[in-house]
T-cell receptor
Framework: DAKTTQPPSMDCAEGRAANLPCNHSTISGNEYVYWYRQIHSQGPQYIIHGLKNNETNEMASLIITEDRKSSTLILPHATLRDTAVYYCIHAGNNRKLIWGLGTSLAVNP | DAGVIQSPRHEVTEMGQEVTLRCKPISGHNSLFWYRQTMMRGLELLIYFNNNVPIDDSGMPEDRFSAKMPNASFSTLKIQPSEPRDSAVYFC???????????FGPGTRLTVL
Protein backbone atom coordinates (compact mmCIF):
# COMPACT_ATOMS: atom_id res chain seq x y z
CA ASP A 1 0.00 0.00 0.00
CA ALA A 2 1.17 3.51 -0.76
CA LYS A 3 1.74 5.25 2.58
CA THR A 4 2.47 8.84 3.49
CA THR A 5 3.39 10.40 6.83
CA GLN A 6 1.80 13.62 8.02
CA PRO A 7 1.68 15.35 11.40
CA PRO A 8 -1.66 14.63 13.06
CA SER A 9 -2.45 18.27 13.78
CA MET A 10 -1.26 21.82 13.15
CA ASP A 11 -2.33 25.32 14.07
CA CYS A 12 -2.12 28.46 12.02
CA ALA A 13 -3.09 32.08 12.64
CA GLU A 14 -5.65 33.57 10.29
CA GLY A 15 -3.99 35.51 7.49
CA ARG A 16 -0.68 33.72 7.85
CA ALA A 17 0.70 31.04 5.55
CA ALA A 18 -0.05 27.46 6.48
CA ASN A 19 2.70 25.01 5.51
CA LEU A 20 1.63 21.38 5.70
CA PRO A 21 4.41 18.80 5.33
CA CYS A 22 4.18 15.26 3.99
CA ASN A 23 6.71 12.47 3.73
CA HIS A 24 6.27 9.97 0.88
CA SER A 25 9.61 8.17 0.81
CA THR A 26 8.14 5.13 -0.98
CA ILE A 27 6.91 7.12 -3.97
CA SER A 28 7.83 5.59 -7.30
CA GLY A 29 8.83 7.39 -10.47
CA ASN A 30 5.45 7.48 -12.17
CA GLU A 31 3.40 8.41 -9.12
CA TYR A 32 1.93 11.82 -8.49
CA VAL A 33 1.49 13.57 -5.16
CA TYR A 34 -2.13 14.55 -4.50
CA TRP A 35 -3.54 16.78 -1.82
CA TYR A 36 -7.16 16.74 -0.74
CA ARG A 37 -8.92 18.31 2.20
CA GLN A 38 -12.08 17.48 4.09
CA ILE A 39 -14.03 20.15 5.86
CA HIS A 40 -16.16 18.86 8.70
CA SER A 41 -19.24 16.92 7.54
CA GLN A 42 -18.39 17.34 3.86
CA GLY A 43 -16.86 15.09 1.23
CA PRO A 44 -13.14 15.39 0.50
CA GLN A 45 -12.18 18.14 -1.91
CA TYR A 46 -9.33 17.99 -4.41
CA ILE A 47 -6.74 20.74 -3.93
CA ILE A 48 -3.71 20.17 -6.13
CA HIS A 49 -1.36 17.54 -7.48
CA GLY A 50 2.14 17.35 -8.97
CA LEU A 51 4.76 14.97 -10.28
CA LYS A 52 8.12 16.68 -9.67
CA ASN A 53 7.73 20.36 -10.48
CA ASN A 54 6.25 22.84 -8.06
CA GLU A 55 2.62 23.62 -8.79
CA THR A 56 0.32 26.52 -7.97
CA ASN A 57 -3.38 27.05 -8.44
CA GLU A 58 -6.02 29.31 -7.00
CA MET A 59 -6.21 27.28 -3.80
CA ALA A 60 -2.64 26.46 -2.89
CA SER A 61 0.96 25.85 -3.86
CA LEU A 62 2.71 22.49 -3.84
CA ILE A 63 6.44 22.27 -3.27
CA ILE A 64 8.01 18.86 -4.02
CA THR A 65 11.60 18.17 -3.00
CA GLU A 66 14.10 17.23 -5.67
CA ASP A 67 14.29 13.62 -4.50
CA ARG A 68 10.45 13.56 -4.41
CA LYS A 69 10.44 11.96 -0.99
CA SER A 70 8.54 14.81 0.61
CA SER A 71 6.35 17.74 -0.22
CA THR A 72 4.74 20.79 1.39
CA LEU A 73 1.31 22.19 0.74
CA ILE A 74 1.19 25.94 1.22
CA LEU A 75 -1.98 27.91 1.85
CA PRO A 76 -0.60 31.44 1.43
CA HIS A 77 -3.16 33.35 3.47
CA ALA A 78 -5.12 30.95 5.64
CA THR A 79 -8.70 31.79 6.55
CA LEU A 80 -11.05 30.26 9.08
CA ARG A 81 -12.70 28.38 6.21
CA ASP A 82 -9.43 26.51 5.62
CA THR A 83 -9.90 24.64 8.88
CA ALA A 84 -10.06 21.02 7.71
CA VAL A 85 -8.27 17.70 7.58
CA TYR A 86 -5.64 17.71 4.82
CA TYR A 87 -4.67 14.45 3.11
CA CYS A 88 -1.47 13.82 1.18
CA ILE A 89 -1.55 10.78 -1.14
CA HIS A 90 0.79 9.40 -3.77
CA ALA A 91 -0.56 7.27 -6.59
CA GLY A 92 -0.06 6.54 -10.24
CA ASN A 93 -2.75 7.16 -12.80
CA ASN A 94 -5.58 4.65 -12.68
CA ARG A 95 -4.44 3.39 -9.28
CA LYS A 96 -6.66 3.64 -6.29
CA LEU A 97 -5.91 6.28 -3.68
CA ILE A 98 -4.85 5.09 -0.23
CA TRP A 99 -6.08 7.55 2.38
CA GLY A 100 -4.18 8.01 5.62
CA LEU A 101 -5.28 9.96 8.68
CA GLY A 102 -4.20 13.34 7.34
CA THR A 103 -3.34 16.54 9.20
CA SER A 104 -6.05 18.34 11.10
CA LEU A 105 -5.40 22.03 10.47
CA ALA A 106 -6.95 24.55 12.83
CA VAL A 107 -6.89 28.17 11.64
CA ASN A 108 -7.29 30.44 14.62
CA PRO A 109 -8.59 34.03 14.62
CA ASP B 1 -22.40 22.47 -13.02
CA ALA B 2 -23.97 19.83 -10.80
CA GLY B 3 -21.49 17.91 -8.74
CA VAL B 4 -21.80 14.34 -7.59
CA ILE B 5 -25.28 13.74 -6.24
CA GLN B 6 -26.00 11.25 -3.49
CA SER B 7 -29.25 10.18 -1.92
CA PRO B 8 -30.47 9.91 0.69
CA ARG B 9 -28.35 12.30 2.76
CA HIS B 10 -29.34 10.58 5.97
CA GLU B 11 -30.67 7.08 6.54
CA VAL B 12 -31.71 5.53 9.82
CA THR B 13 -32.73 1.91 9.72
CA GLU B 14 -32.99 -1.11 11.93
CA MET B 15 -30.68 -4.06 11.96
CA GLY B 16 -31.61 -6.62 9.33
CA GLN B 17 -33.19 -4.17 6.92
CA GLU B 18 -32.01 -3.61 3.38
CA VAL B 19 -30.35 -0.28 2.65
CA THR B 20 -29.80 1.19 -0.81
CA LEU B 21 -27.58 4.20 -1.37
CA ARG B 22 -27.64 6.03 -4.67
CA CYS B 23 -25.14 8.08 -6.61
CA LYS B 24 -25.19 10.14 -9.78
CA PRO B 25 -21.66 10.97 -10.98
CA ILE B 26 -20.60 14.12 -12.77
CA SER B 27 -21.61 13.99 -16.41
CA GLY B 28 -18.72 12.86 -18.58
CA HIS B 29 -16.84 11.14 -15.80
CA ASN B 30 -16.11 7.50 -16.50
CA SER B 31 -14.88 6.29 -13.11
CA LEU B 32 -17.01 5.98 -10.00
CA PHE B 33 -15.85 5.18 -6.47
CA TRP B 34 -17.68 4.15 -3.32
CA TYR B 35 -16.01 4.95 0.01
CA ARG B 36 -16.93 4.42 3.64
CA GLN B 37 -15.70 6.68 6.44
CA THR B 38 -15.70 5.97 10.16
CA MET B 39 -13.80 7.48 13.05
CA MET B 40 -12.02 4.20 13.71
CA ARG B 41 -10.96 3.29 10.17
CA GLY B 42 -10.91 6.59 8.33
CA LEU B 43 -11.75 6.72 4.62
CA GLU B 44 -11.82 3.30 2.95
CA LEU B 45 -12.37 2.53 -0.71
CA LEU B 46 -15.06 -0.12 -1.09
CA ILE B 47 -15.27 -0.54 -4.87
CA TYR B 48 -14.66 1.39 -8.06
CA PHE B 49 -15.95 1.20 -11.61
CA ASN B 50 -14.41 2.23 -14.92
CA ASN B 51 -16.89 2.69 -17.77
CA ASN B 52 -19.60 0.99 -15.67
CA VAL B 53 -17.47 -2.13 -15.09
CA PRO B 54 -16.37 -3.04 -11.56
CA ILE B 55 -12.57 -2.98 -11.47
CA ASP B 56 -11.65 -3.53 -7.84
CA ASP B 57 -14.08 -4.64 -5.15
CA SER B 58 -11.47 -5.83 -2.69
CA GLY B 59 -12.61 -3.25 -0.18
CA MET B 60 -16.15 -4.56 0.03
CA PRO B 61 -16.31 -5.88 3.59
CA GLU B 62 -18.46 -8.94 2.99
CA ASP B 63 -21.17 -10.45 0.86
CA ARG B 64 -23.80 -8.32 2.51
CA PHE B 65 -22.48 -5.43 0.42
CA SER B 66 -23.10 -5.18 -3.31
CA ALA B 67 -22.72 -2.37 -5.84
CA LYS B 68 -24.03 -1.90 -9.35
CA MET B 69 -23.59 0.62 -12.09
CA PRO B 70 -26.26 -0.05 -14.73
CA ASN B 71 -25.34 3.02 -16.77
CA ALA B 72 -22.91 5.92 -16.84
CA SER B 73 -25.13 8.19 -14.77
CA PHE B 74 -26.23 5.98 -11.88
CA SER B 75 -24.82 3.64 -9.27
CA THR B 76 -26.16 1.94 -6.17
CA LEU B 77 -24.56 0.48 -3.08
CA LYS B 78 -26.76 -2.03 -1.29
CA ILE B 79 -26.38 -3.53 2.15
CA GLN B 80 -28.55 -6.53 2.91
CA PRO B 81 -29.00 -7.29 5.74
CA SER B 82 -27.67 -4.22 7.50
CA GLU B 83 -25.88 -4.41 10.86
CA PRO B 84 -25.04 -1.73 13.46
CA ARG B 85 -21.34 -1.91 12.52
CA ASP B 86 -22.28 -0.67 9.04
CA SER B 87 -23.07 2.73 10.53
CA ALA B 88 -20.81 5.21 8.77
CA VAL B 89 -20.76 7.99 6.19
CA TYR B 90 -20.74 6.60 2.66
CA PHE B 91 -19.24 8.76 -0.07
CA CYS B 92 -19.48 8.43 -3.79
CA UNK B 93 -16.85 10.07 -6.01
CA UNK B 94 -16.27 10.30 -9.74
CA UNK B 95 -13.38 11.11 -12.03
CA UNK B 96 -12.19 10.74 -15.58
CA UNK B 97 -10.79 7.28 -16.30
CA UNK B 98 -7.09 7.17 -15.55
CA UNK B 99 -7.16 10.28 -13.44
CA UNK B 100 -6.95 10.54 -9.69
CA UNK B 101 -8.66 13.91 -9.38
CA UNK B 102 -11.79 12.64 -7.72
CA UNK B 103 -14.87 14.72 -7.02
CA PHE B 104 -16.84 13.66 -4.01
CA GLY B 105 -20.50 13.86 -3.22
CA PRO B 106 -21.88 15.14 0.08
CA GLY B 107 -22.16 11.63 1.52
CA THR B 108 -24.92 9.55 3.05
CA ARG B 109 -24.86 9.23 6.83
CA LEU B 110 -26.13 5.74 7.64
CA THR B 111 -27.21 4.75 11.12
CA VAL B 112 -28.20 1.15 11.74
CA LEU B 113 -29.94 0.64 15.08
Amino acid sequence: DAKTTQPPSMDCAEGRAANLPCNHSTISGNEYVYWYRQIHSQGPQYIIHGLKNNETNEMASLIITEDRKSSTLILPHATLRDTAVYYCIHAGNNRKLIWGLGTSLAVNP
Amino acid sequence: DAGVIQSPRHEVTEMGQEVTLRCKPISGHNSLFWYRQTMMRGLELLIYFNNNVPIDDSGMPEDRFSAKMPNASFSTLKIQPSEPRDSAVYFCASSLVGGNTQYFGPGTRLTVL
